[in-house]
């Protein structure tokens, strides 16, 4: 039986500063392999106070050892204080680190100072596609529910101006080419007065909505429960109404009283088949008992 690993608390680990050091020496090393891995890693250890947090299953709190991030995992910190926190579902080493490969499929870039984002844990950890962005700025709080899939080359943007929130309730999807972010990057403003126009403003997705191919969620947005948004729809305000499909141009309520599931078509008529079998099956056993 393999030896268990111990869990390393933050007094175990090595400063930030001497990890730096570690891997400026590493780039001088003769092997070219090295010395890529060791400028990835660089730039994931710049600043101060920039950590990545493991929330374990009892509550407790551990900076990440640096041995366990996924090799080639791309989180780059631009600024001090900066968290990216990822609850884990289970204090096991080696759980831990087959978890964490599906998160170093995400790219995750923080500009400026005490910025965090929060994911929840998840069961769909194969629902987490290549090429999709996770950035953060001016010290936002991004904060991603429970058992959510991201697909590929989607973007989740957040910017701390005025306490914009940004927030992504339990069991929901951002599917391909989609992009959730609450300002406008850029800033437009009144040419006489110089008075910004297009100030950053929180974005509310609810539990288990469904994000579909290239969507557009902005600032201003917030979705409610049990809800679905067509492919290619632009979403800018608020909408309160649960288990309904969103879209159009102005987007609008197409259809209300719907719900879905992240199994496909196939799959979920089997799983159906399975539930009727089996309530057949216990109405049977008590009309068989005495």
Same mark, same amino acid.
């Given at each position: 039986?393999?030896?268990?690993?111990?869990?390393?608390?933050?007094?175990?680990?090595?400063?930030?500063?001497?990890? *730096?050091?570690?891997?400026?020496?590493?780039?001088?090393?003769? #092997?070219?392999?090295?010395?890529?891995?060791?400028?990835?890693?660089?730039?994931? #250890?710049?600043?101060?106070?920039?950590?990545?947090?493991?929330? #374990?299953?009892?509550?407790?709190?551990? *900076?990440?050892?640096? !041995?366990?991030?996924?090799?080639?995992? /791309?989180?780059?910190?631009?600024?001090?204080?900066?968290?990216?926190?990822?609850?884990?579902?289970? !204090?096991?080493?080696?759980?831990?680190?087959?978890?964490?490969?599906?998160?170093?499929?995400?790219? #995750?870039?923080?500009?400026? +100072? +005490?910025?965090?984002?929060? @994911?929840?844990?998840?069961?769909?950890?194969?629902?987490?596609?290549?090429?999709?962005?996770?950035?953060?700025?001016?010290? &936002?709080?991004?904060?991603?529910?429970?058992?959510?899939?991201?697909?590929?080359? &989607?973007?989740?943007? =957040?910017?701390?101006?005025?306490? &914009?929130? @940004?927030?992504?309730?339990?069991?929901?999807?951002? &599917?391909?080419? !989609?992009?959730? *972010?609450?300002?406008? /990057?850029?800033?437009?403003?009144?040419?006489?007065? =110089?008075?910004?126009?297009?100030?950053?403003?929180?974005?509310?997705?609810?539990?288990?909505?469904?994000?579909?191919?290239?969507?557009?969620?902005?600032?201003?947005?917030?979705?409610?429960?049990?809800?679905?948004?067509?492919?290619?729809?632009?979403?800018?305000?608020?909408?309160?109404?649960?288990?309904?499909?969103?879209?159009? /141009?102005?987007?609008?309520?197409?259809?209300?009283?719907?719900?879905?599931?992240?199994?496909?078509?196939?799959?979920?008529?089997?799983?159906?088949?399975?539930?009727?079998?089996?309530?057949?099956?216990? +109405?049977?056993?008590?009309?068989?008992?005495?």
């Amino acid at each position: 039986m393999p030896k268990r690993l111990p869990v390393l608390r933050d007094s175990d680990m090595l400063s930030d500063k001497t990890i *730096r050091f570690l891997l400026r020496l590493g780039r001088l090393l003769p #092997y070219a392999g090295w010395r890529k891995a060791c400028r990835d890693r660089l730039r994931t #250890y710049s600043g101060k106070g920039n950590q990545v947090i493991l929330i #374990y299953p009892d509550g407790q709190r551990h *900076r990440c050892p640096f !041995s366990w991030l996924p090799y080639g995992s /791309a989180i780059k910190f631009q600024g001090d204080r900066n968290t990216l926190e990822l609850e884990v579902p289970s !204090s096991s080493p080696k759980v831990i680190k087959r978890y964490l490969k599906a998160f170093g499929k995400l790219s #995750y870039y923080f500009y400026g +100072d +005490d910025n965090c984002c929060h @994911f929840g844990v998840t069961r769909h950890i194969g629902w987490f596609q290549e090429g999709s962005t996770v950035i953060l700025h001016n010290g &936002a709080k991004m904060q991603i529910g429970r058992d959510i899939a991201i697909g590929p080359h &989607a973007q989740l943007y =957040a910017n701390g101006l005025d306490n &914009a929130e @940004f927030t992504i309730g339990d069991e929901s999807i951002v &599917a391909g080419e !989609s992009v959730v *972010r609450n300002d406008d /990057a850029h800033t437009v403003f009144d040419d006489k007065t =110089a008075q910004i126009l297009n100030r950053p403003r929180g974005v509310h997705i609810g539990k288990h909505v469904w994000i579909t191919f290239r969507c557009l969620i902005l600032k201003g947005t917030r979705l409610p429960d049990n809800c679905v948004i067509a492919c290619g729809t632009t979403c800018t305000k608020e909408f309160t109404e649960p288990n309904t499909i969103i879209g159009g /141009a102005p987007p609008r309520v197409l259809r209300r009283g719907i719900n879905w599931s992240i199994l496909s078509i196939s799959e979920y008529q089997e799983q159906q088949e399975q539930n009727i079998a089996e309530i057949a099956t216990t +109405d049977l056993d008590e009309n068989q008992q005495p």
